[in-house]
């Protein structure tokens, strides 16, 4: 067999081509950790400028280019065909969403450092518990609002861009930082802080935990435009501030400690995620190498802090015995619900009475009650939420805050009906909810749900009582109410 010279120096190349693509990522973090901080701040409109730079000369750069600003956006999802090397590989809808996105904002903060400056951190969005409806961290932070900034895109909902507020119930920290375990395996995600447990990554799934339905799909939905669809949302520049808050608020949750449980399994942990590096190299990283960001990735947050949450989500407890999950009340999936422009009642139908079970309040580890909507459908994303009221009583006015709201419906990340493949439900754990209803007197055996659809409020207005511009309709399936198996 003659192996001639050309076709042996081929062979190297491609082993080389190979060899390179499994290379680990080299990450060295500076002994002092760099400070993300928030954008607002003086130190922020600095980084802000360095950012907008950096946007500019990333945009500028070939379409195939891996460190140019439409590649990086590709990898998280796209439209465009045909499709290059890690394109749509960001992970939504399991435990691996926050490490995901974790190392994916960790590269592209080293290539804008590289398109722009040594000196820049990526700031964050710093949004969460504001003190009013019209706080101002709940708007875009200014530079994004100015049109002639690389910051700004004419897409977005318009009043995000005329200096709207995010609406104050989708950013409250509670519903989040309430769970007790990162993961409830593979069932019971609306219990648990980081999604469900699942054998290998899944672009798009539905099994949030709680810090990705609020406030991340929350602010997806609420920016609008190409936010609120994964397969455009990182092309506009303010995804990746909103990323950095989300990547501070997993920080937040672990500082809370008092029982807060890391319970990562090995696939978790040794799951490889490629990315491109600065010389354009695809390599890896898995989540052990990401779990101190302070240490093996070099930065911190301005400020780690949330308030405590007044109510602790545990998992369900494991069953001894093998018993499915009992049906306490269910809309048959044939009862479609459709969610406009304003807020409807529901009436769920009981299966079996007895709603008041003691164990609910008396349990040091409550059996869970979950409310699923299962078959959410929609052409075009409404673009606002629906917060989610049980027994709301007639002439209350919807209030997040009130003892009756038990979670918001959102629908980034969701089914879309150009996409066949994912599920379109979502879970709520409504545990709290019921045994506050209890107390109340209000949980008799029936079982109403009040959807009110809640967009940004506009600038110079109150938030709305009860009306918002959709930018499309969405319709339910079915609509159940159980324990948690
Ligand atoms: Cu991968 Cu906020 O999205």
């Not at 796209?78 to 960001?90: E, G, H």
């Not at 995010?166 to 519903?175: C, F, H, I, R, S």
């Not at 190299?281 to 101190?292: E, G, K, S, V």
């Not at 659809?453 to 930018?471: L, Q, S, Y």
Request: aromatic share 10%; hydrophobic share 35%.
């Amino acid at each position: 067999m003659n192996i001639t010279l050309k076709q042996m120096s081929i062979f190297l190349l491609l082993w080389a081509l190979t060899a390179t693509c499994q290379d680990k990522c080299v990450v060295k973090p500076d002994a002092k950790p760099r400070v993300r901080v928030n954008a607002t701040t003086a130190e922020g409109k600095k980084q802000l400028d360095l950012y907008a730079k950096g946007v500019k000369a990333m945009h500028g750069r070939a379409a195939t280019d891996p460190t140019s600003w439409s590649y990086q956006a590709a990898m998280h999802g796209t439209y465009t065909t045909p499709v290059q090397p890690l394109w749509n590989t960001c992970q939504h809808g399991t435990y691996f969403f926050l490490s995901w996105h974790r190392m994916y904002i960790y590269f592209f903060e080293q290539l804008v450092r590289g398109a722009s400056d040594p000196a820049f951190n990526l700031p964050y969005w710093d949004y969460d518990n504001p003190t009013s409806s019209t706080d101002p961290r709940l708007q875009l932070p200014a530079e994004f609002r100015n049109t002639s900034s690389p910051l700004y895109v004419s897409e977005r909902n318009p009043s995000m861009n005329a200096g709207g507020y995010l609406p104050a119930g989708d950013v409250e920290t509670n519903y989040s930082m309430s769970r007790m375990m990162f993961t409830c395996g593979a069932t019971n995600w609306a219990s648990s802080f980081g999604g469900k447990q699942v054998p290998s990554p899944i672009h798009f799934s539905s099994g949030f935990g709680a810090l990705e339905s609020l406030p991340h799909n929350a602010v997806h939905d609420d920016v609008g435009g190409w936010m609120s669809d994964p397969n455009t949302a990182a092309q506009d520049p303010i995804f990746w501030l909103h990323h950095a808050n989300i990547d501070r608020l997993w920080d937040a949750w672990e500082k809370l400690d008092s029982g807060r449980t890391n319970n990562w399994d090995a696939t978790w942990l040794d799951q490889k995620f490629y990315f491109f590096n600065e010389k354009k190299q695809q390599c890896y990283l898995t989540a052990r190498d990401i779990l101190d960001d302070a240490k093996q990735l070099g930065y911190t947050y301005e400020n780690e802090k949330v308030p405590v949450p007044p109510t602790k989500v545990s998992c369900p407890p494991k069953k001894v015995t093998a018993t499915t999950p009992r049906l306490l009340a269910e809309l048959p999936p044939e009862k479609r619900t459709t969610l406009g422009a304003a807020p409807i009642n529901v009436d769920i139908p009981v299966k079996e009475t007895g709603l008041t079970p003691k164990k609910l309040t008396a349990a040091a580890s409550p059996q869970r009650l979950v409310l699923t909507l299962d078959d959410i459908q929609f052409e075009k994303n409404p673009a606002v939420g629906y917060e989610i009221y049980l027994n709301l009583p007639k002439g209350e006015q919807p209030n997040y805050k009130s003892p009756y709201y038990a979670g918001t419906v959102h629908f980034f990340g969701l089914k879309h009906s150009r996409e066949e493949n994912h599920d379109a439900q979502l879970q709520f754990d409504v545990t709290d909810v019921v045994a506050r209803l209890q107390k109340l007197g209000q949980w008799k055996d029936h079982v109403t749900v009040t959807y009110v659809p809640r967009g940004p409020t506009e600038p110079g207005k109150v938030a709305a009582a009860a009306e918002a511009k959709v930018a499309g309709t969405a319709t339910i399936g079915r609509i159940s109410l159980s324990e948690a198996d």
